[in-house]
């Protein structure tokens, strides 16, 4: 069958005569959106931010990419702070501003090293030292040098690690990510190899500098530096199983129909294969609209012909977009993207799932916390992907009832104050059930 044109809206499916490609289906929590820089991946996700969110989910959508530009296509001002934006209810906004600084993530190991570091490091312990111990010092300064005190990547990481906490929240049902251009995405998924090295190193400086480290620092705050790296190490591990996750994460190439776009998108998938990263399909933006002019013609031909090349290379479901008269910008115009994309707003039941959305392009998603209420029960569904019962604990303070997953608590709200210990807790698969009594708490 050849590649079907409809031009009477501008997204539809490009369907091959040579290739047969089946529907992709992930079970995602996080919806990623990533290419090369300028390629549409804010417009995209933006509309399927606003689509899913009137549809019925609460909705974070996050971005990561330093242009800020998801606050223009929304036309509105979001900010490095959780928004909810106006005019869309059950959506907020996050654009993340990460700095890339030691003492930002690790705040003891970025004040040890800026000690280590700084020419006056010993301040008035170095009177107390005798010449050995200070050139024992002076050599592992020599050894270790400052760049190498730098985390490669730092900023992916912390824009990841910020990430996460937002993903292992069950009061979000989907997280939307417009990424940063794909090499920053490569860049923090070879991460975890990299802070190994990195940490090796910085723990190595601490061992060596032996009984020197504790004076300067005392035995149990060296202790607890060497415990922070050690937990960084293990989180930065995590985010990569989550991202790896097919029941967590679905990964959308964006591109546009020229060979230097599609020749990245060839390279990024691949090497986004490599780290297991679960890739639902493409979408080539900008693809010249069909019209009785031979410029035009000939320039749409010879996109075509990129595009069934792209095919055959990705082996995926690839959809297309023609290019708009005008630009897309606010809430109405993605409001109109999104329908071409996922077909008309229909309230996604209120059951944790799978739900299955999409007409050009495809998702399942799961809501994250459902309740139901009786005479004597409160139950409450949180749904963890990919979750360790291990990695799961309940406490409760003054009536409020906290979730930790990974050392990191969330409160989940109740219908009355409750009491942990009363609580009956149950992991059914990735399904968290608690079951509280609302009588005597």
């Given at each position: 069958m050849p590649l079907q044109d409809n031009c009477s809206k501008p997204w539809y499916p490009c369907v091959s005569s040579s290739v047969t490609y089946c529907w992709q289906h992930y079970m995602a929590r996080l919806l990623l959106f990533g290419g090369k820089g300028g390629v549409g991946k804010t417009t995209t996700s933006s509309a399927t931010a606003v689509w899913l969110a009137d549809s019925g989910l609460r909705v974070l959508l996050v971005s990561s990419d330093p242009a800020h530009s998801t606050s223009d296509s929304l036309g509105v001002n979001i900010g490095s702070k959780v928004t909810p934006i106006e005019g869309v209810d059950g959506l907020w906004g996050l654009e993340m501003d990460p700095e890339a600084k030691i003492s930002a993530l690790l705040p003891k190991v970025g004040s040890a090293m800026e000690k280590m570091n700084s020419s006056g490091a010993l301040g008035s312990l170095g009177m107390m030292l005798d010449t050995k111990a200070k050139d024992e010092?002076?050599?592992?300064?020599?050894?270790?040098?400052t760049s190498d005190m730098v985390i490669p990547g730092l900023?992916?990481?912390?824009?990841f690690d910020e990430l996460l906490q937002h993903v292992e929240d069950p009061n979000w049902d989907v997280i939307v990510f417009?990424?940063?251009p794909t090499g920053h995405t490569l860049r923090f998924l070879?991460?975890?190899e990299l802070i190994e090295a990195w940490s090796d190193r910085v723990i190595r400086m601490m061992r060596v500098s032996g009984g020197i480290r504790s004076m300067m620092f005392g035995r149990k705050e060296s202790d607890a530096m060497k415990e922070e790296l050690?937990?960084?190490?293990?989180?930065?591990?995590?985010?990569r199983r989550v991202l790896s996750n097919d029941e967590i994460t679905s990964f959308?190439?964006?591109?546009?129909p020229e060979r230097m776009g599609v020749n990245e998108t060839i390279r990024a998938q691949k090497s986004l294969q490599e780290f297991n990263l679960p890739i639902g399909g493409c979408l080539v933006n900008r693809l010249t609209p069909e019209f009785d002019h031979p410029f035009l013609k000939t320039r749409r031909d010879a996109e075509l012909e990129i595009i069934e090349e792209l095919k055959e290379s990705l082996g995926l479901e690839v959809s297309c977009m023609e290019l708009f008269e005008t630009e897309v910008v606010g809430i109405e115009r993605l409001r109109e993207v999104g329908q071409y994309l996922y077909g008309p707003v229909t309230e996604i039941d209120g059951g944790l799932g799978p739900h299955s959305i999409g007409s050009i392009l495809h998702h399942e998603v799961h809501r994250g916390m459902v309740k139901q209420l009786s005479e004597d029960i409160e139950t409450i569904f949180l749904h963890y992907p990919g979750i360790k019962r291990e990695e799961l604990s309940l406490r409760s303070e003054e009536g409020v009832l906290f979730v930790g997953l990974n050392d990191r608590e969330k409160e989940?709200?109740?219908s009355i104050p409750v009491k942990a210990s009363q609580v009956n807790a149950k992991l059914e698969g990735d399904v968290l059930r608690l079951d509280i009594p609302l009588k005597d708490q």
């Open positions: 010092i002076k050599d592992i300064k020599g050894e270790i040098k900023d992916e990481a912390m824009a417009d990424t940063a070879s991460l975890p050690e937990k960084f190490q293990r989180r930065v591990l995590h985010v959308t190439l964006v591109t546009i989940v709200k109740t």
